[in-house]
């Protein structure tokens, strides 16, 4: 990304350059990310996708929708404190913050009072499928992690406010917290029930219990690790402030209102694809798995495109500012291109070695392998409007405009509903994520047209053109990295993890050193800027 910003027009500038927000924090994500990974390699070598695993699933829809969308990075809270505080000086900040810590923080206690009262409804709602025991599990589950509600709001202004003060570290690495308790609680657990039958109701019972009481314990640390560094900073206490009509609050919530009612039909589309998926077997173990080993990539990309440009964005919302502002909107979906696409291209074809070396093993199966894999493919080919739905998004929110994402995701609602049906009677546990690509194809495709009608016109030609090069590059890697793949197999076989090893890190370099060769000879500013960064980065 461009150090710079437009030197032609009174444009605030932030502290640190773009590139240096990015590499904090993909550096922070990937080590959280791994953590991740970890907490959920333990869970599927512990639980497999058996009752305790698949019950969390469900548990933790309410829960993780509030801690991953509200609580965290690029979620609406955060969006919302960004957009608002990188406008004002820092002395004003500990006020509004205190204040919106008070009104948050009050609401979302209620919600964690009536989660606790209703969980039986909501997972009769999300699995009317499953069996009775993993009901039983999820519902307990459920009522020990109601109180991430409040924590996420907590937890998504103090992202926010962390952000908007230039501070991108501790932002980006608390998730590890809530990774590190759950391992623990794991640990513990396995230590504790030594030899007893994995598929005993006693086992499946208290480890559904371990697993809700260590989510629940994480994200306690995680909150407690950002107030510690709000005091240090100056950016606010937990001192509870009233003054509700203050400008601050106003500009919050003209952007964190919307956009948490955006977040909450994502969560309707969650519901609706859950309701789906209860009907087959492990089928939401499955999309817990095969999600984690998205997210570890596109986690860290997503990161590093979208938080150092919400700020420039939300700097850039004057009209004086408009050619600034589409040359970084480009600049945000040729970065998502250049990323996702091939990354989405060798998901598709190292699907099976990727399930196999991370997850096979202990209680998770051959099958297992199978379904996950399925999910996972899926999931390759709907990366692109994944992430570039999501720059889009952002850009309204920095214009101040939550309301135009939310009218786009009201109507995907519909969308998501009519996809599932259709597509999961056609794929299975897969036609779920297809179902998620085609909404999020929508949505990119209508947010564009929104945007160009706001900001007077888009280039468009300029935009599609490079994307579909980098389109047809993609496909020629993720062909070549085929065909690597096969004849790996055919040379060493197909088990063994050394064997799987191979596969990935020989077909993954085939096809990535061939997209890189591709990339390069297209001329396009973001991919020479991209591999001008790379080789400062190994001379030093």
Do not use: C
């Not at 396995?190 to 208290?206: E, K, L, Q, R």
């Not at 690597?484 to 596969?503: C, D, F, S």
């Amino acid at each position: 990304m461009s150090d710079s910003d437009s030197k032609s027009s009174p444009v605030p500038v932030a502290k640190r350059s773009l590139a240096n927000i990015a590499g904090i924090v993909a550096i922070a994500t990937l080590i959280s990310k791994f953590f991740g990974l970890f907490r959920q390699l333990a869970i599927a070598a512990t639980f497999g996708v058996g009752p305790a695993a698949n019950a969390y699933a469900y548990a933790y829809v309410v829960p993780g929708f509030l801690l991953i969308l509200l609580g965290g990075i690029n979620g609406p809270f955060h969006s919302a404190m960004v957009s608002a505080l990188a406008k004002r000086d820092k002395q004003d900040t500990a006020p509004l913050v205190e204040t919106m810590t008070t009104l948050v923080g009050a609401a979302l206690l209620i919600v964690t009072l009536v989660l606790v009262a209703i969980a039986p409804v909501i997972i009769d709602l999300v699995g009317p499928g499953l069996a009775d025991i993993e009901k039983a599990i999820a519902i307990q589950q459920l009522r020990i992690m109601a109180p991430i509600a409040l924590l996420a709001g907590l937890i998504g202004i103090g992202f926010g406010t962390l952000n908007a003060a230039d501070l991108y570290w501790l932002p980006s690495i608390s998730p590890i917290f809530s990774s590190a308790a759950l391992l623990v609680a794991i640990g513990i657990f396995a230590v504790a029930m030594g030899d007893t039958n994995v598929t005993s109701p006693n086992y499946v019972m208290i480890g559904g219990a371990v697993l809700a009481w260590g989510t629940v314990a994480g994200a306690v640390l995680q909150w407690l690790a950002q107030v510690v560094a709000q005091w240090r900073s100056g950016l606010g206490t937990l001192r509870l402030r009233f003054n509700w009509n203050q400008p601050g609050v106003r500009d919050v919530l003209k952007v964190m209102a919307p956009a948490t009612f955006s977040s909450g039909t994502l969560q309707i589309n969650v519901y609706t694809d859950l309701f789906f998926a209860s009907a087959i077997q492990g089928a939401g173990a499955a999309l817990s798995y095969a999600n984690l080993l998205v997210q570890m990539p596109l986690g860290i990309i997503s990161n590093m495109i979208l938080v150092p440009l919400l700020p420039v964005f939300s700097r850039l919302a004057a009209p004086e500012h408009r050619d600034e502002l589409k040359a970084r909107i480009r600049q945000g979906m040729i970065l998502t291109a250049l990323t996702m696409l091939p990354l989405g291209a060798l998901f598709i074809v190292l699907a099976l070695p990727i399930v196999r070396t991370v997850y096979e093993r202990g209680a998770f199966s051959s099958d297992a392998s199978a379904l996950v894999e399925s999910i996972l493919v899926a999931y390759g080919i709907g990366m692109f409007v994944y992430l570039g739905r999501d720059v889009l998004v952002r850009v309204f929110y920095g214009l101040g405009d939550g309301a135009t994402p939310f009218r786009v995701s009201v109507v995907n609602i519909v969308v998501n509903a009519v996809l599932d049906y259709l597509l999961v009677q056609q794929f299975g546990a897969a036609g779920i994520v297809y179902a998620t690509a085609g909404v999020n194809l929508v949505s990119m495709v209508a947010l564009l047209w929104f945007l160009d009608r706001k900001i007077n016109g888009l280039p468009w030609r300029a935009w599609s053109w490079p994307i579909l090069l980098l389109t047809g590059a993609s496909a020629i890697a993720g062909l070549a990295a085929w065909g690597t793949r096969l004849g790996l197999e055919n040379w060493l076989g197909t088990e063994g993890l050394l064997v799987h090893l191979a596969q990935l890190g020989g077909a993954g370099f085939v096809g990535l050193s061939l997209f890189g060769a591709i990339a390069t000879q297209l001329r396009l500013p973001e991919v020479d800027l991209f591999t001008q960064r790379i080789r400062q980065k190994l001379r030093r």
